[in-house]
């Protein structure tokens, strides 16, 4: 029998798919460690700015069981009892396979469920034949349990974990060990112990001497004593916590013994599995279930914490995410309507909204309805979990204050008074009915705040503004005024002061009547962020009654935004995240959006958006959302944008390509290339989401405003992109169908979700056509979202290639209709020549040999010489010059065989065959 054990080169380090925690966000872990472990006071300044004080205080972790001085191992004794119950939960794995067995740990998670490592049971066919023993030790009868990987089966290579359903009735005396996305669980130095079958043997404990050597993002380094067959054992800290599931260990020094081992963070899994649980993966629906189950219980980072790690974005509204969480690259800045959060307000729910609070990690909060008295409770609650906020307020008549709250640490601010005093007389006009535009005192809160971290720093005027409630015609008529002041205003100051500014809250009205904040709407310097999101039936008002978008951002333009999933903001609902938000936080999310920082030599920061984003927004903030896709066809159609901009093309490609030179050898410019659009490729989209978002509203469209399948030869046939789109909505529905019917079943099978959709799109007339088959790669993204060989295409011409690479039959005349098959081309044999499209095919060919070289075998030299000859014969057009430069935008990344066509013969293609 095989005792599963991996080596150095599974670490996830050592393969770069870990890295070293953000500092800032490793000094607040380690600090709420602290006072976890220790209950110590902690100066949280001094923490943060002196480096010798916060070093003591990790020592004073890991010294905090030992109750004597050097180095004793005591340990309370209830240290023991809680042991006890952790290794009961520990189990045996038994793996029976078609090549053989082998032996593995693992251990009962929360919802009664086993958690081992990928590479002890990669697949449900193998958990099937495989088992469990709970209490294999010494003079103990072990329990056999059986897996039912048909209930649940979850597992991710990457993070080598596998999550599986078991047969719980023999387990009732069992506790399951809780999972808990709290980071804030093990330190440096700390000591850790790991439950374990070593080699297939009666359960073992390591105990002794067992230290905790780094912390990074996804897994943690600590040496202690494990053998093969440890693989899947759960690594607690002295508090019994689960740290990490143990994957692999490896002599540093053979002479020495010195090791290290090697934890993948549970921290880390639960975020994998809110990624999949938010995206195509198919094991979405079994890590919903899975979560469901779950409490969400961490403190330092996000709820979900997946905005910028989800690998397959894909959400019901493109606009809404379902969590957020700052970044250093950005100035982070949130507008929130806390509801009620005045002086009067419960301890319990103080500690709600610092949860809130503190999980978004925003460096400026616009803040409406609250007082101060909450604001400085709320500040002691943060500060306990150590954050450094404080908060400016303007104090209006009642308990509906407008307040910043802000990060110490990366923010400074200054209230602007002199901004009210200044515009009194605009301030004060009424509506007819004798009505201030304001009520009760609630005037705009303006305040200049400079974000700083580091070497990055932006500087804005905030303006938190509350307006009027209710649909009455005298509240409107007030909100209509104080839009009209509020434009009057900014239109002043814009001109007085050079000072980009961001204005947002609650202004209690959807935009669809514009005619409420018409002047805000259309003020020529200013533009609403939110306009496309009250179109798409987004929601930032969740309570009970009348949901409906009614916070908003409107910001100057000269405001540079930072990339939220696609878009320019974020609409943050923490209800659908969070268990009881409306209840017990408030009835509004949140809104946010990202600045971003100047850089001093003007060049571009990761994570902006495109400069053309604010004057195309409404065609370029597509979804993978039916109505929303349908929605942007229109506004592509009927908006009069141009389909191709030449002059702006002409100097991206001028800069795309600065510093490759032509003339280079034909290898290094092969090298020089591929690597750019490798490190260029900075969205990755996929497939399941781009067809709708991007690639048939408006990627493949023809000048004519028409999709045409790729193969057929007759241009006279076109498709107005709805068509398409409606029956690719069709298939999603189909897929979702099935996969229900198939949960209800008893023979619901885990049939992967790509294959699934693979023989819907077959029966479907139009479908996506992958110009390297997706077979050929494995359908693995980002290759299968890649929109440089994605075109619309006609499922029979799409059948008729199948997986055939192309050919260029010498007896085929495209002209010659007795040749033609479907009007798409000729198959023959185990190749391909289409009828039509062989200059963007071969391009979108070469293309992907660039992009992903090696990756696959289906071309030879012979094939290169063929490819080379259809590029030049078949001339670049306007179609394809569109698709670059819109795929460009999109995914950062070029087709060089379209921007530079004369380059081809000169690169050696030779180089991505495999």
Known sequence: MKEFSLGKKASLVVRNKANDLDPRLYRRITLSRNQVVTGNKVNTNKWFSNEAYREKGKSEIADFYEKISGESDLVPVEFLYKGSERAAAVCRIVVVGPRGGGYGSGFLVSGGYIMTNNHVLQSPELAASSYAEFHFEAKRDAVKVSFRPEKLFITDAELDFTIVACDLDELSDITPIPLSEEPAVVAQKERVSIIQHPRGRHKEVALQENRVKHVYDTVVWYNTDTEPGSSGSPTFNQQWDLVALHHAGWYEDQKTGEATNEGVLIPAIIR??????????????????????????????????????????????????????????????????????????????????????????????????????????????????????????????????LAVLFDDETTKVKVRADINERYRELLSQRTARGNTAFPSGREPFFVECTVDEGDNAVTFLMVVVHLKAFGDVESRARRTLASNILAAIISDLRERENI???????????????????????????????????????????????????????????????????????????????????????????????????????????????????????????????????????????????????????????????????????????????????????????????????????????????????????????????????????????????????????????????????????????????????SWFGKVEPMRGDMHHLFACESGCNSSRGNKPYIDFEDYNPDGLEAIRLACGKGEGNRFEPEAGKGPVARATLYYLLRYPESIGAYSQEDLKMLLDWHERYKVGLYELHRNQCIHRVQGNRNPLIDKPEIARRIAFELGLR
């Not at 509203?697 to 107005?720: A, C, E, M, N």
């Open 272 to 401: 994998r599995l809110k990624q999949m649980a938010f995206s195509s993966s198919p094991f979405r629906v079994h890590a919903k279930k899975l979560l469901g189950e779950m409490e969400s219980t961490g403190s330092v980072l996000g709820f979900f914490d997946v905005h910028g790690l989800v690998r397959y974005e894909e959400s019901s509204l493109e606009v809404e995410i379902p969590t957020y969480q700052g970044d250093r690259r950005f100035a982070d800045i949130c507008f929130w309507n806390v509801e009620h959060f005045n002086n009067t307000v419960t301890d319990a729910r103080v500690e709600a909204v610092a949860r809130v609070v503190a999980e978004l990690s925003m460096d400026v909060f616009g803040l409406v309805e609250v007082e101060h008295g909450a604001l400085d409770r709320l500040k002691s609650a943060l500060t306990r979990r150590g954050l450094t906020y404080d908060h400016v307020l303007l104090d209006a008549r009642g308990s509906q204050d």
């Open 500 to 774: 980009p500014i961001v204005l947002g809250g609650d202004l209690n009205q959807t935009l669809r009547d514009d005619s409420v904040l018409n002047a805000l709407l259309n003020a020529p310097d200013l533009f609403t962020l939110t306009l496309d999101d009250d179109a798409n039936d987004a929601i930032s008002y969740v309570g009970a009654r009348n949901k409906s978008l009614i916070d908003h951002i409107i910001v100057s333009k000269d405001v540079q935004l930072g990339d939220i999933s696609g878009d320019d903001a974020g609409i943050v609902r923490l209800d659908r995240s969070v268990k009881d938000f409306v209840s017990d936080v408030s009835d509004h999310v949140p809104l946010v959006c990202r600045l971003i920082y100047k850089k001093a030599d003007g060049a571009k920061v990761d994570g902006a958006l495109d400069d053309k984003h604010l004057s195309d927004h409404a065609s370029a903030a597509l979804n993978n959302d039916y109505q929303t896709a349908m929605l942007t066809a229109t506004l592509v159609r009927t908006t009069g944008l141009p389909y191709y901009d030449e002059q702006a093309d002409v100097q991206a490609v001028r800069e795309y390509y600065r510093g490759i030179r032509a003339n280079e050898p034909a290898k290094a410019l092969f090298l020089k290339l591929s690597d750019l659009l490798e490190r260029t490729h900075h969205t990755t989209p996929n497939y399941n989401s781009v067809r709708n978002r991007h690639l048939y509203p408006v990627v493949d469209l023809h000048p004519d405003g028409k999709l045409r399948s790729i193969y057929r030869g007759d241009t006279s046939v076109g498709y107005d992109p709805e068509v398409f789109i409606e029956h690719d909505y069709g298939v999603e529905r189909e897929i979702e169908r099935k996969f229900e019917l198939w949960r209800n079943s008893e023979s619901f099978s885990l049939e992967s979700e790509a294959d699934v959709l693979d023989r819907l799109e077959a029966a479907a007339p139009y479908n996506c056509e992958h110009v390297v088959c997706q």
